[in-house]
């Protein structure tokens, strides 16, 4: 596939230390919360920053899906993504789940459900969760 935009993020020091993109843009220090065995520290992690990302990504598509059928997403329309943390069951490390919540005020329910249906096509995000997507790991 054509590559259109690359970025890259780096941390330091795992779930309790501090993470960068490439730019400084995003600038964030990185805590274990306390559910996980924690302290509970002001900061953030990295299930936190995928809910934003997976929600942000699913509601460009939503957009996307929706100029093509010339349909306004109203402003305040939202995408929550949960995201959960916990051991697989097949005891050798952890997975996550994800579900969606999307709220488009004002949009006929039949209309919405067709175009988060073709939004849930259209994201890579969604796309990536559903299929087996080889990540290549490198060491540098």
């Given at each position: 596939m054509p590559i259109l935009y690359t970025t890259k993020g780096s941390a330091t020091?795992?779930?309790?230390?501090?993470?960068?993109s490439e730019d400084g843009v995003l600038d964030v220090t990185l805590t274990v919360p306390k559910a996980l065995g924690g302290d509970g520290a002001t900061g953030t992690n990295p299930e936190q920053l995928f809910a934003v990302g997976y929600s942000a990504c699913f509601l460009g598509a939503l957009k996307a899906v929706a100029a093509k059928e010339k349909v306004k997403i109203p402003e305040d329309a939202r995408v929550t993504a949960t995201v959960g943390i916990g051991p697989r069951e097949d005891g050798t490390g952890f997975?996550?789940?994800v579900a969606l919540s999307v709220d488009i005020p004002g949009m006929d329910r039949a209309e919405a459900e067709k175009?988060?249906?073709?939004?849930?096509i259209v994201c890579p995000y969604s796309h990536a969760m559903r299929t087996a997507t080889e990540v290549p790991v490198t060491l540098a």
């Amino acid at each position: 596939m054509p590559i259109l935009y690359t970025t890259k993020g780096s941390a330091t020091g795992g779930r309790a230390g501090h993470g960068a993109s490439e730019d400084g843009v995003l600038d964030v220090t990185l805590t274990v919360p306390k559910a996980l065995g924690g302290d509970g520290a002001t900061g953030t992690n990295p299930e936190q920053l995928f809910a934003v990302g997976y929600s942000a990504c699913f509601l460009g598509a939503l957009k996307a899906v929706a100029a093509k059928e010339k349909v306004k997403i109203p402003e305040d329309a939202r995408v929550t993504a949960t995201v959960g943390i916990g051991p697989r069951e097949d005891g050798t490390g952890f997975g996550i789940e994800v579900a969606l919540s999307v709220d488009i005020p004002g949009m006929d329910r039949a209309e919405a459900e067709k175009l988060v249906a073709a939004a849930h096509i259209v994201c890579p995000y969604s796309h990536a969760m559903r299929t087996a997507t080889e990540v290549p790991v490198t060491l540098a």
